[in-house]
Structures are given as C-alpha cells and as structure tokens.
C-alpha cells in the first residue's frame, strides 16, 4: 500500500534547516577567511617587529574573537535536525558522515581551540614564533573543520564510494578516498573556502573604509585595506576558477542543477551562456512560451563551461526530464521506470528474507542492483517531480556570478588607490566600500542556494528524495520550532551585531 | 576584560539553551526514540522506502 507524505511538513522541515544553515553561514564564512588575514597581518609584525602591525592585528583578533563565540555551536543544531526532521536520510547515511564528521570534530575543532586558547591569551606568554604558528593553526584547523563538512555535502551530490545494504537501509563506505577525494568534494571545498575569504577581505574593507570616511585610525585602515584587497583579489580570482570547476562538475554529475540555474529549458548546440535576464515566471516545461522577457548571452560559454568545447550539447531541462535519445540523454520519465523497478525489487526482496526464500531474495536483490541507480525516481508520481525550482536558481547564480566580478573590480580599486596612498581622498570608492560586507554575505547566501535549492528535490542525488528523507512529524510542531528557532536566531545576531559594531567603534589601540 | 566577560556569557548561555533545552524537547532523536534496536529502526526505515510515493502538490 502507498501511503501519502504531508509535504506541508517536509516544507517546514526545509524551511527550518534552511534557516539554521543560512544563520550558521554568516558566522563560518568570516571565521574562515579572517582567521588567514589575521595571520598575514601577525606574519608582517612577526617580519617587521613594528608594534603598530601587533594592535592592528590584535584589533582585528577581537573582532574574529566576536564572530567565533557567537557563531560557535550554531551548526550542531544541524546533526540535530538530522535526527528529528530527517530520520529516515539520518539513518541511511549513518555510516558516511560519521567518518568525516568524527574526524571533523576529534581532530579539526581540537586543533582550532586548543590554539585559538594560545591565539587569544598567548600574547607575551609565548614566544613571538610559537604564537604566530598558533595562530596559522587556527587558520588551518577552522579550514579542515570546514572540509569534512563539505566533504559531507558533496557526498550528498555526487553519491560516490559506497554500496546501499537492502538489509540494513544503510549506505556503507566503501572507500574513503573515493569519498574525500571526489570532484565534487574537491570542487566544493575549493570553491566554498576561497569565496569564504573573499568575504572576510570584503568585511575588512568594509569596516576599514568606514574608519577612513570618519577620519579615523588612518594608518591601521590603510594597511588593513591593502592585505586585505590583494588577498581578497587572489580569492576571488581563485573563486572565479573554482565557479567555473563547480559548474563543470555539475554539468556531468548534476546536469539538471545546471540547466535550472541558466534557466535553459531547451537542449542546444552550441550553447550560450545568460549574462543579464528577467524571466518568464509563467513558463512551464514544453509550453510555447519564451523563457525570458529580455537576456543578454555569452555566445558559446554555456558549451564552454559545461562540455569544455565551444560547440558541446548542452542538454536543457526538457531533455533531462522527458529525455533526448537523439543526444543519448535519459530523461526522469525513463528513470522513474527503472526506479519504481528498484523500490519493489526492495521490497520483495525484504519479503523474501522473511520468508526465508533464498532464490527469491536473491533474484529480487539482483533485480535491485540492475535498477539502484534509479533508486530515487521510484518514488516519483510525475517526471516534474525531478525539477527544481528554476526561478530561484536562476536568479541566485546570476547575483552570486554578478556580485563575483564586480568584487573582483573594486579589489583592484582598492589595491590601485591603496598603493598610491590616496584612499582617504577617494570618497566614493570609500563610500562603495562599506556596504560590501552586505553585498558579499549576499552572495554567500546565493551561493548556497544554488548548491541546495539545485539539489532539490534530492536529499541524496537520484538515491533518496527530501519527501523520503524526512520523519514522518506533524507540520504544526515542525513550523512552531522554525518561528522559535527565527526568533532565537535573531536575538543571537542582535548581539552580534550590537557588540561588534561596539568594538568597530572603539576601534583598536591607537596607533 | 568587559568583552571578554561577555562572551563567555553568551557561550555559556548558548550552549546551555542548545544542549540542554533545544536538544532535549525540540530534537528527540526520533528513531532512538520510538524503536528499541538497529534491526527495528532498519526494518521502519526499509518500510518508509518501499510503502511511500511523493505526490503531486
């Protein structure tokens, strides 16, 4: 018997861990990248012994001090929700997370606060050499922390390394390298660590351009500016780089993730890539209908990106769901077969075991395997199910791309005027300067939502749908912890807020 | 050190309202909860696989 899901409640579930991801995110990122700025800026004081060097540092210190208590302990929240909203996906990957997870907190969050102690108390208590190592610790231990956890989320995209036990419900690890090491994984902590430190140098900019156009702390603002722009414009060139990686990646392993975020419904060759475009939210899959109001196209790129070729078929969001055999693409409607294939193989085979019928389970398990690819559509009613929303990835892609170069623009501003020393007197870029911090945390947050919202309605890539995924809880109680946890979370980011724009205007120690 | 204190204050407080509140009555572990062994929970979660369908909205 086919039983039917509340989607109300799986909504408020991914509403819910929506929010307490996007909340993590304004902390993680800032702790990940500032903790290199402060260890540049502690580096140049080590090499210089100029004590100005050491206040700037410790000022910014105060402010990475800040973020990390507040933003400490918000992800675990997260494993929570594993366990109450999501028990069914909880259990199934049990066995994957736990390794990078255990890993993640044994040795990663260890390294971090044993030498975030020394970073923070350590002045004059330890040698010069021994506190500027720790603080470079802190650096690397934050990043591995971040590594496992992505490492984690890329799994979920590209399911790799493991074998699923009909016995269990379980995915086992298989091999860890295969799980580490997948492109996916590797793109991923790529690309999220360097944009991670394009919006700590951002927020350096940010704060620092204010105390320029208030006429304060002249000599630590500049010099603040100017690490912090040349590192900012090596990340995010790099992040430009590893975009382009991410997109490739997901071209082969998530071609439908792609497709959404161009809003490219038909397949073609060659394919350009959208530079600017205001979409048709009437369009619907394999209606008449033009997909935009007005875009503008990068002749090619989309071929580029995805294929590597100038001329490569870039498959749109009609073949991916209703399939192309011209192009040799499966669509959903064809994997939804094989899927429904694999979920009664399942269940027969189960049936077997009971029974204690060997042949039966066996030729039910060998059915499963021949169909487990497809495991996830099994449980689709339409092929439109597979479809994310294409509205919002559209939309999040092209401002997290957009904001992407436009950083890249006022990083060499920043280091052109810098190095001539002329950055008090360029009030405009000052003034386009503070506001940056909001506008990267903006593109942070697009960034996830492309990742997130493009893996929908996967909790597990064509493996284990969100609707699956997720315990069978009563919507009521699930949207009465989302407008709890809103309202904690706001108070917490209040007094972040509050007590770090306290310390901005303190300032550091004069210099 | 008045930043310092207050910090330490809104870890501790934060930590306790996570670990010992949200944890408790907000995020039961709903399989170690409501089934005695890994064969029970295996068995509910096998049955969630192969008895539901995602339907259309």
């Known amino acids: ?511 | 050190m008045t930043l310092g204190r207050s910090l330490w204050k809104i870890i501790i407080v934060k930590l306790v309202i996570i670990l010992f509140i949200l944890k408790i009555f907000f995020f039961p572990n709903y399989l170690k909860n409501n089934f005695d062994t890994d064969a029970a929970r295996s068995d509910h979660v096998i049955n969630e696989l192969t008895t539901r369908q995602v339907h259309s909205q």
Request: proline share 3%; charged share 15%; net charge neutral.
């Open chain 1, 1 to 511: 018997m086919v039983e039917t899901i509340d989607i109300g409640m799986v909504n408020w579930s991914r509403a819910l861990f929506a929010l307490t991801a996007m909340y993590h995110w304004i902390f993680a990122p800032l702790t990940l990248g500032l903790s290199w700025i402060i260890a540049f800026y502690e580096t140049i004081y080590y090499r210089t012994g100029d004590e100005s060097w050491r206040k700037l540092t410790k000022f910014w210190m105060k402010l990475f001090g800040i973020n990390f208590a507040i933003g400490v302990a918000t992800g675990i929240i997260l494993e929570f929700e594993f366990g109450t909203n999501w028990s069914n996906y909880s259990w199934m990957v049990g066995d994957i997370f736990g390794a990078p997870l255990a890993i993640e907190g044994i040795a990663a969050f260890f390294l971090e606060s044993t030498f975030f102690a020394v970073m923070f108390f350590g002045w004059n208590r330890v040698s010069k050499r021994f506190h500027l190592v720790s603080t470079y610790m802190v650096a690397i231990g934050s990043n591995l922390s971040a590594l496992w956890i992505l490492v984690a989320n890329a799994w979920m995209q590209y399911p790799v390394g493991m074998t699923f036990n009909p016995d269990t419900a379980r995915f086992e690890m298989q091999d860890i390298m295969a799980v580490i090491f997948s492109p996916v994984a590797i793109s991923k902590f790529t690309h999220t660590t360097s944009s991670s430190f394009l919006f700590a140098s951002l927020f350096v900019v940010s704060v620092s351009s204010w105390y320029l156009l208030k006429q304060r702390h002249l000599k630590m603002a500049k010099r603040s500016i100017l690490v912090a722009s040349v590192f900012g414009l090596v990340a995010s060139l790099y992040v430009v780089f590893t975009g382009d990686e991410a997109a490739f990646q997901d071209a082969r392993h998530q071609p439908m993730k792609l497709a959404a975020f161009e809003a490219h419904y038909v397949g073609d060759s060659p394919s350009g890539l959208i530079a600017f475009g205001i979409m048709n939210p009437n369009k619907e899959l394999r209606d008449d209908r033009n997909a935009f109001y007005l875009k503008v196209k990068f002749p090619r790129m989309l071929s580029l990106l995805a294929k590597r070729t100038f001329d490569g078929y870039v498959p749109g969001l009609e073949d991916l769901i209703y399939g192309n055999p011209n192009e040799g693409i499966m669509g959903a409607v064809q994997k939804m077969k094989r899927g429904k294939i694999a979920v009664a193989s399942l269940a027969d085979y189960k049936a077997a075991k009971l029974n204690d019928d060997i042949l039966a389970s066996k030729n039910a398990l060998e059915t499963f395997r021949a169909h487990e690819a497809y495991f996830g559509y099994g449980f689709f009613e339409q092929p439109e199910q597979a479809l994310p929303s294409v509205g919002i990835m559209f939309y999040s892609f092209h401002i997290m791309a957009g904001l992407g170069f436009l950083f890249i623009l006022i990083f060499i501003l920043f280091i052109v005027f810098g190095f001539k020393d002329k950055l008090s007197q360029t009030g405009w870029l000052l003034k386009l300067g503070v506001p940056l911090f909001f506008l990267g945390f903006i593109a942070q947050e697009a960034g996830w939502l492309v990742a997130e919202v493009g893996r929908q309605p996967w909790a597990i890539q064509s493996m284990l749908p969100v609707s699956i995924a997720r315990t069978n809880l009563d919507s009521g109680t699930v949207a009465a912890t989302f407008f709890i946890f809103l309202g904690l979370f706001t108070i917490l980011l209040i007094a972040e807020i509050k007590i770090m724009l306290t310390q901005i205007q303190h300032g550091p120690e004069e210099v």
